[in-house]
């Protein structure tokens, strides 16, 4: 009896360990490409065992972990998991350079919801996720139920691209953390005004320590095709786009160069209609991890409650 009793006393509900899935947990994942098999890592938040799984999905040269703050917040709601596309993060380079595009990433994210045995998901995608979660959208028996596009849309500026690609790869060593934060901030400035302890938390996850100091998380070679094909002209997705039938939510940097007012406008007019929103002080591309920001996400997301 006084082990039952103790029993009881443990798992009284006051007891319990409140919000016990809220820790990350680092795992990865084998795909094959073109040229071989390759590791992409992946981190998850909640409870390993909800049906209800978001995926989001990280811009060009950033990681899974810029999905940190919202991760945490719907970690109640959902599993969350946060992948770092091959050359990104902890995830493997690729020996190829030119197989970095989104025919491997958008086969390697099948591979993932694979690996997480689940049917159906919700995407959270900035900028070059949000291309991959439309790519997945647009298809016949596509896995995703409730799309959120951030800072993307079916018209990528050649200016924004051009802009994007003086940064790539170019990155020098930083002798200390200081120097990678500053850095960090000067080519990340359209994120918006961020606090000292969000800018710690971006440049913590966007540097690895090498010999003399920290460099980029990301592979160099990813830059390869912006500077030997630059691109002169606007890429046009509307018909990618017009394919999506998933309620979708898209939200622009109200100062962006990626995503223009008009191009976000129309987004509302056709295809899947997206309910827009629009973020004021920010460029390409809003965070998602100030309070504002993470409630117009998770409104969105849970009005899908009833839908995996």
Request: glycine share 10%.
């Amino acid at each position: 009896m006084k082990v039952l009793d103790a029993l009881r006393e443990f798992f009284r509900p006051e007891r319990r360990p409140a919000r016990p899935w809220h820790g990350l947990r680092e795992r990865s994942v084998q795909c094959i490409g073109p040229h071989g098999l390759h590791r992409m890592a992946y981190t998850e938040w909640g409870d390993p065992h909800n049906p209800r799984v978001l995926v989001c999905a990280h811009g060009l040269t950033r990681n899974g972990r810029d999905f940190d703050f919202l991760a945490q917040a719907l970690a109640d709601d959902y599993r969350v998991v946060c992948p770092d596309v091959p050359g990104r993060g902890r995830s493997d380079w690729l020996g190829v350079k030119a197989d970095y595009g989104f025919p491997l990433y958008v086969a390697d994210m099948i591979t993932l919801l694979a690996r997480l045995d689940v049917e159906t998901v919700h995407w959270v995608g900035t900028s070059m996720g949000g291309i991959i979660g439309m790519l997945l959208a647009s298809q016949p028996h596509t896995p995703i139920t409730r799309l959120v596009l951030n800072d993307v849309g079916p018209v990528i500026t050649a200016a924004s691209l051009q802009r994007i690609g003086q940064y790539v790869g170019t990155a020098p060593v930083f002798a200390g953390m200081a120097e990678a934060e500053a850095y960090v901030r000067a080519v990340s400035a359209p994120f918006g005004a961020l606090t000292d302890a969000q800018w710690h938390h971006l440049t913590a996850h966007s540097v690895r320590p090498v010999e003399g100091g920290f460099s980029m998380i990301y592979d160099p070679g990813i830059g390869d095709a912006f500077r030997t094909t630059p691109l002169v002209a606007d890429v046009d997705l509307w018909q990618v786009y017009d394919g999506i039938r998933c309620p979708t939510l898209a939200i622009r940097g109200a100062e962006s160069d990626l995503l223009e007012r008009s191009a976000h406008q129309a987004m509302g007019e056709r295809g899947p209609r997206a309910r827009l929103v629009e973020i004021e002080g920010v460029g390409h591309a809003p965070t998602l991890m100030d309070e504002a920001q993470i409630g117009v996400v998770r409104d969105f997301l849970l009005e899908g409650r009833g839908t995996r």
